[in-house]
């Protein structure tokens, strides 16, 4: 029988459930079970593809184009879970399929309510996420904070769905166990309103993980159990962690939460090897030097804007063996520039800061400082070397200029003077051919690649052969349109850019080709500086 486990959050929000699940995750497919996972948010967007990321962050992109939450970026870097569209669901979308049948006539004369009908739909998706790759667990985590009026219905279905499935289901709640300095001991009161909150909507947690600053003592473990109708061995610390967010496994492993779920769930239990993991943090303990990336962008205030950006730059440079800085650059502050190992131009929409970059550009290009631009980053490099290196003074995206004379970046609908297909996003993967004895081509090893999309903007084939002539290397190809997906310039150690998004498909375990060799060229760099 298919296994469930739902984790919710309480207390506050920011708790890094979305890290957890994904360590959970991770621990029991080391324990040999596959592993399908679910992000339920109970926001009213259908996706959050129309989010500002300033808001709500990074929007991460799955293979079959679903835009989603970061957190299934957590789930990718840890574990090996296939996500696709069946791996997420917002009220939104759930509210839409509801009010659709309703509209089609499904529901034939019924009144149309959120118990049943929300709560019905809800939990059919939950049984979709672990169908189609016929995993052994599905993993749901529920957004939002327990007591938040949007996430009701999601937590109903969960009670409903455990009620009818009981032997197959178990409940985390994550909940924060603050120190507080006046009181100079740690308090749970907060922990039991949380679980009391949860109880009255008829969801009793099976195991409890306490975020908390140091490890709990057993007396105020044992205090958790008898307030929260949990056994003291179903009470688990989850304690900040010092190094690097890929410690959380290995410290959630060393308290054996895994064992504990496995016997809860009655699955058959082996031994754990994190010996991959162990490695990445002795790793990041022990660098040769630091590193400075630039990244120049505009929604550098919300620490999680570029969330897989960074984590992804962080992947290279632990397999380097180097400690990295990231430098947040505004794009419309360049003077702030200067003095980095290297620059990356990570992908963005609209005209603030445009011009930023394509000074960061230049700057790279000129002093041949290593560069890395991802889409609107490729558009960028694309642009500056238009202007100043095939001397098209007006090049420019209509994106930022809609009239511009040189539009080396353009709507496909604006190339082939097409009207009516202009303004939809290119979304998901796409297979990409590499030039032979390109930079692309010695990171991948492998001349045809698949990438994941987010974008309107192409570059303009009327421009290529006046750029390569220049030095402009086009070095990836989508055939079936004859898109040009990668941009690389020549006379220069690393400047590559890139129209999708690598940075989706960087694991600690597995860094991403072109993030590995971007930091070793920024290691080239510093050493000949
Ligand atoms: N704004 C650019 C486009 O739509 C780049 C998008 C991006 O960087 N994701 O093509």
């Given amino acids: 029988m298919r296994k469930y486990i739902f984790v919710t959050g309480g207390v506050v929000s920011s708790l890094g459930k979305g890290l957890t699940a994904a360590s959970l995750a991770l621990l029991l497919e080391k324990k040999g079970f596959s592993i399908a996972m679910l992000k339920l948010d109970p926001y009213l967007n259908v996706d959050p593809g129309t989010m500002n990321p300033f808001e709500h962050g990074e929007v991460y992109v799955t293979d079959d184009g679903m835009e989603t939450d970061l957190d299934l970026g957590h789930y990718y870097r840890y574990t090996s879970a296939h996500l696709s569209r069946t791996s997420t669901a917002t009220s939104g979308q759930i509210y839409e399929t509801v009010i659709r049948k309703e509209r089609q006539g499904d529901y034939l004369g019924k009144t149309v309510q959120v118990i049943p009908h929300i709560?019905?739909?809800?939990?059919?998706?939950?049984?979709?996420?672990g169908e189609k790759e016929q995993t052994d667990v599905v993993l749901v985590e529920i957004g939002g904070t327990v007591g938040d009026i949007e996430s009701l219905p999601f937590l109903e279905a969960i009670r409903q769905f455990c009620y009818e499935h009981s032997a197959d289901t178990l409940k985390i709640h994550m909940t924060y166990v603050p120190h507080l300095e006046a009181a100079g001991e740690v308090k749970t009161k907060p922990t039991q309103h949380s679980v009391q909150t949860l109880r009255s909507i008829g969801i009793m947690p099976d195991l409890i993980l306490c975020r908390c600053t140091s490890s709990l003592s057993e007396e105020i473990k044992a205090k958790i159990s008898l307030f929260c109708h949990v056994p003291p061995q179903s009470v688990f610390d989850e304690i900040d962690v010092k190094t690097s967010i890929y410690e959380v496994p290995l410290?959630?492993?060393?308290?054996?939460v895994a064992n504990r779920i496995c016997e809860l769930l009655s699955l058959p239990s082996k031994e754990v090897d994190l010996a991959e993991w162990e490695r990445i943090i002795d790793r990041v303990r022990n660098p040769k030097a630091t590193l400075t990336v630039g990244v120049v962008g505009k929604y550098l205030q919300h620490k999680d804007a570029y969330k897989s950006v960074f984590e992804a730059l962080q992947h290279g440079a632990i397999e380097a063996?180097?400690?990295?800085?990231?430098r947040a650059i505004e794009s419309d502050k360049s003077e702030e520039m200067g003095g980095c190992d290297g620059y990356l131009v990570p992908g963005g929409f609209g005209k603030r800061g445009w011009e930023g970059k394509i000074e960061a550009a230049k700057l790279c290009r000129e002093q041949k400082i290593p560069y890395f631009g991802i889409?609107?980053?490729?558009?960028?490099l694309v642009v500056e070397f238009a202007r100043h290196v095939l001397g098209l003074e007006n090049a420019d995206s209509t994106e930022m200029n809609p009239t511009t004379t040189e539009p080396v970046i353009s709507l496909l609908s604006e190339q082939q003077q097409v009207t009516d297909m202009g303004g939809t996003m290119r979304l998901g993967a796409y297979p990409c051919l590499l030039a032979e004895g390109s930079l692309a081509m010695r990171a991948y090893g492998s001349r045809s690649i698949s990438e994941r999309h987010r974008h309107r903007y192409e570059f303009n084939n009327k421009y290529k052969a006046l750029a390569e002539k220049h030095g402009l290397l086009l070095s990836g190809h989508y055939e079936a349109e004859n898109l040009c997906e990668i941009a690389e310039v020549q006379d220069h150690p690393w400047m590559v850019g890139v129209q999708f998004h690598p940075e989706f498909k960087s694991r600690p375990t597995e860094p991403h080709p072109l993030f590995r060799d971007f930091v070793k060229a920024?290691?080239?760099y510093a050493e000949n500086r």
Avoid: F, N
């Fill in 251 to 256: 410290m959630l492993h060393r308290q054996g």
């Fill in 522 to 524: 920024m290691v080239s």
């Fill in 321 to 326: 063996g180097y400690h990295l800085e990231i």
């Fill in 119 to 129: 709560t019905d739909e809800i939990k059919q998706r939950i049984v979709q996420a």
């Fill in 375 to 380: 889409c609107l980053g490729m558009q960028v």
